[in-house]
């Protein structure tokens, strides 16, 4: 069976990793173009380039994909199957038709939960317990079509989405495995989706990390989570931009929100009568460093709110 792979991210690395430890024939690898990365903006290769570079395996980085040029490389490719893991493109109907066995995407939720482009850090920001991994066959719509196979994964506390979508690339590539020896022994069987059950993750953006102090420390917690390790979850401190990285429910107690209620350790007061440990935060214009080191250089006070300018905490009443 000859296998075209498309895929972009860390995320898709364990299921190429998978195919090639298994002798599947992997003929192609197809990934999005490289981009200048980092503040040197230096231009480097995708995770998925990289590592099918070290496998010999030929890389395509087409910019579109709808155009004959593309399909003409598929054609020549003359794939029985092509898997899609995190690619970042949409697949025309054209290509998605072309394979024998048409094309398998694996998809960072349990479907028809979460379609879209960011369904593991919507999971935590939600405050899901439980996620998992979806095999499906795909169709023009957005994560739409048929249910192959399903894995559940579960969400720790403080696991932020970074290390759960390591976690869940590990089970992607093991489901996809299964599916394609099940697809190969003819036992595969697809379901449809019910689209009545469907939720979107759209992708975040740097609002998406506004941090709303009137939300309980749970909420807040999982927004924390989910933001990292982008967009960062963030608020002001006199004026500053103030990103926090990690965090930790507190024990409950009637604050005003955003008021610093303690500096050793660095406790916010949130709303519902909430409040929530800081633990690893960077001001603007400095490094990242532990929230209990930042709030010994910084003279933080009870006065102090988080949100608000700096002629806001001057005013701000006692009686909280």
């Not at 579109?64 to 490389?73: A, N, Q, S």
Request: charged letters at 25%; aromatic letters at 8%; hydrophobic letters at 35%.
């Amino acid at each position: 069976m000859k296998i075209l792979f498309m895929g972009t991210p860390e995320f898709a690395i364990p299921s190429l990793d998978a195919l090639i430890e298994n002798e599947y024939d992997v003929s192609a690898v197809f990934t999005k173009p490289d981009k200048p990365q980092g503040r040197k903006q230096v231009i480097l290769p995708t995770p998925v380039k990289a590592r099918a570079q070290e496998y010999g395996i030929k890389v395509f980085q087409p910019e579109k994909l709808k155009i004959d040029e593309t399909f003409e490389i598929i054609k020549q490719i003359n794939p029985d199957l092509i898997i899609v893991v995190a690619y970042g493109k949409i697949l025309p109907k054209n290509i998605i038709t072309f394979p024998k066995f048409g094309c398998i995407n694996v998809h960072g939720s349990l479907l028809p939960k979460y379609r879209g482009a960011a369904p593991i850090q919507w999971s935590i920001i939600n405050g899901d317990t439980v996620t998992g991994v979806t095999t499906m066959f795909m169709d023009e719509g957005l994560d739409t079509g048929d249910i192959l196979m399903q894995s559940k994964v579960f969400i720790n506390d403080d696991e932020t989405s970074e290390e759960l979508k390591k976690k869940m690339s590990v089970v992607g590539a093991d489901t996809l495995i299964k599916t394609i020896k099940k697809l190969q022994s003819g036992e595969l069987v697809s379901i449809p989706q019910d689209d009545s059950k469907a939720t979107l993750s759209p992708p975040l953006d740097k609002i998406t990390g506004d941090i709303n102090w009137e939300k309980s420390a749970k909420e807040i917690h999982d927004l924390i989570r989910g933001s990292n390790p982008w967009p960062i979850a963030h608020t002001t401190l006199r004026g500053k931009l103030f990103k926090i990285y990690k965090s930790r429910v507190a024990q409950s107690r009637p604050a005003y929100p955003g008021k610093i209620l303690s500096t050793s350790p660095l406790i916010v007061g949130c709303g519902k009568d909430t409040s929530l440990e800081l633990l690893e935060v960077q001001i603007e214009g400095k490094k990242r460093m532990p929230a209990s080191d930042f709030a010994r250089g910084y003279r933080l006070s009870d006065k102090t709110i988080l949100g608000l300018a700096i002629s806001s905490e001057k005013t701000f009443s006692e009686g909280f």
